[in-house]
Each structure stands twice: as structure tokens, then as C-alpha cells.
């Protein structure tokens, strides 16, 4: 979605009544897709499916939603109602958990992944999209900042609650959660008022009076952008780095029997999620100041911490081993 640095002093009153369901919105989104990823791991492993077959489908569904991005972001800004598509892919979202919780065998789980991945392509550039219509280009890091704390906030809610019911009750019912939360995100679709959504700033237009739609980039033109392609590139490598620990980790514990697996996981999402809620709206200000290169190599660094810290504890380890033994 094309964004330019366009004049925002038309129509920026966007009523509490809006802010407030895009708070919503951030919230229970990240709380649907908690039951994603590492908990769909944990239950195909507890229903004996092979580590190939498990990695097949996750794969298939990440690469499903890789590929709807750029598709995504041209029918977004093509649409008048960004709300609508919003909320017809939130429900595809909700029944392909509720189509994993019910039948979990290769076929069924393949279309639901892919179906799921597939508004990968719409929900997060719709939530960036709806929030730049509100509120403009101006307060737009600090907006993206507030959604930021909201979405952490309902990852870190919900990814508790799954963590307990997947231990009291079963795997299973954590889709079954998931799906639920697609009614309150609906409300919250819903309070979001579309005469709020300022069309042309939505979709980052340079005329926000135009009535007609803002020119789209040929796609041959990004390929030859040096820019977007290192960054496209940053992202990929964070991604094949990153993507993969928290599913892999749940599939270990599933095929040990550990019981408390759900737990462990949701003890693996919980704490970053904390950091980013207390976190995110700095960061949404600093952008503004600092420039958002300099938070993005921060970020990205950070993937290397964990191992490194890791490596001294084992080194530790050793290390009083051997003084034990001398």
C-alpha cells in the first residue's frame, strides 16, 4: 500500500467512538491469531502426526500468506470498505480454527492453513490502512505505537487463558476459543464508523479531496526498487530465523507427553508480549525522532541475544563441571 507524505489537515476528528474499536480491533485480532502457529504445532503433534506432515502444513499456510500481500494491499486500496473485507477474512479466520479443532487430518488442516494465511494478506495492512484513514499521516507512528500495546495486551490475555485450557481441558479447545473471539472483534469492526475512515488518506493518496482512486504502482517498479528489496530481504532472513523456534519447541514438548505444554508455550509468548505492551508506545514516539532504521536494527539484533545468552550458560556450565571434577 502506497503511502506519501500528504497534507492531513482535512476531516482529522475522528470520533473516541472509532479510536476506541480500533483499540478493540488490535486486541482481540492478536488474540484470534494466538491460536495459530505454535498451538496448531502442539495439537498435530498430540494427534501423532508425523514432524514432515506438521512442517508441510505450516509451511503451506506460511507461504499462502506470503504470497497475499501484495494482492492484499492493491484490493484494500482499491475497496471503499476496508471494514467489510476486514471482517469477512477475521471469519475465515474463525472457521478454519474451528474446521482444526473438529478435523484435524492432512487434507482439512491444509485448506484451513492456506485459508487462514491467505488474510494474512488483508488484516494487518486493513488495521495499518483503517488507522491512517483516522488519524493521518502526522500521528500515525504513535497510532501504530497505541495498536501495537492493544495487540500485545490481547496476545498476552489470550495466550494465557489457551495456555490453561489447553492444560484443564484440551488442544482442541483452544481453536474452539479462537474461533469465539471472532464475535467481540466483530463489535468491535462494527464500532469503528467508516465516515470516520478519511478514503483517500486510507490509502495514501496525495489528494485526499480526489474522488478517484490513488495510482497504482506497476509491479515491475518495486522489483527494481534497491530499497524495498533490502528491506524485503531483512524481513525474510529475521523471518527463516525466527518463525520456526516457538512451533518446533511445542512439537518436542508434544511428542515427550509433556502435559504442561500449552503452559510452556504460553509462557514463551506471555513474557515478550509484556515487554512490547509497556513498550510500543515509546517506541511508536521514538520512531518519529530517532527514525525507524535505527529501532528496526535494534530489533533485529535482538534475534542473535537469546542464543548468545544461552551459549554463556552452557559455557558456565561446563565450566563448573569440570571444577567439580578436578
Not at 56 to 75: C, D, F, I, K, T
Not at 127 to 140: D, F
Not at 189 to 217: E, K, M, N, W, Y
Amino acid at each position: 500500500m502506497a503511502i506519501t507524505a500528504a497534507s492531513d489537515a482535512i476531516d482529522l476528528s475522528p470520533s473516541s467512538t472509532s479510536l476506541s474499536g480500533l483499540d478493540g480491533i488490535n486486541f482481540f485480532l492478536a488474540g484470534m491469531q494466538a491460536g495459530f502457529g505454535p498451538f496448531v504445532a502442539v495439537l498435530l503433534a498430540d494427534e501423532k502426526w508425523t514432524q514432515q506432515n506438521i512442517g508441510y502444513v505450516l509451511s503451506v499456510g506460511g507461504l499462502a500468506g506470503l504470497l497475499s500481500q501484495l494482492p492484499g494491499g492493491e484490493l484494500l486500496d482499491a475497496s471503499r470498505s476496508k471494514r467489510l473485507l476486514f471482517a469477512l477474512s477475521a471469519i475465515v479466520v474463525a472457521v478454519s480454527a474451528l474446521v482444526i479443532a473438529l478435523w484435524p487430518m492432512l487434507s482439512v488442516v491444509f485448506v484451513a492453513l492456506v485459508l487462514q494465511g491467505l488474510t494474512g494478506g488483508v488484516l494487518g495492512p486493513a488495521v495499518a490502512a483503517i488507522s491512517l484513514g483516522l488519524v493521518g499521516h502526522a500521528a500515525l507512528a504513535e497510532r501504530l505505537g497505541r495498536n501495537q500495546r492493544f495487540a500485545s495486551a490481547g496476545a498476552l490475555t489470550v495466550t494465557a487463558l489457551m495456555g490453561a485450557i489447553g492444560y484443564f481441558l484440551s488442544y482442541r479447545a483452544i481453536f474452539f476459543t479462537s474461533a469465539a473471539l471472532v464475535l467481540p472483534l466483530l463489535i468491535a469492526v462494527a464500532r469503528v464508523r467508516s465516515a470516520d475512515i478519511h478514503f483517500g488518506r486510507a490509502c495514501g493518496q496525495a489528494g485526499h479531496d480526489a474522488p478517484t482512486l490513488p495510482p497504482r504502482a506497476e509491479r515491475l517498479s518495486l522489483c527494481r526498487n534497491s530499497g524495498l528489496l533490502t528491506f524485503a530481504g531483512c524481513l525474510f532472513l529475521f523471518q527463516f530465523a525466527n518463525a520456526s523456534v516457538l512451533p518446533l519447541t511445542g512439537e518436542q514438548l508434544a511428542y515427550r507427553n509433556e502435559s504442561a505444554a500449552s503452559f510452556i508455550i504460553s509462557a514463551l509468548i506471555v513474557v515478550p508480549q509484556i515487554v512490547v505492551t509497556l513498550s510500543a508506545p515509546l517506541v511508536g514516539r521514538l520512531a518519529q525522532t530517532w527514525g525507524r532504521r535505527s529501532l528496526l536494527l535494534i530489533g533485529l539484533s535482538a534475534l542473535a541475544q537469546p542464543q548468545a545468552v544461552l551459549d554463556v550458560i552452557r559455557n558456565a556450565a561446563k565450566a563448573i563441571q569440570k571444577s567439580k571434577a578436578a
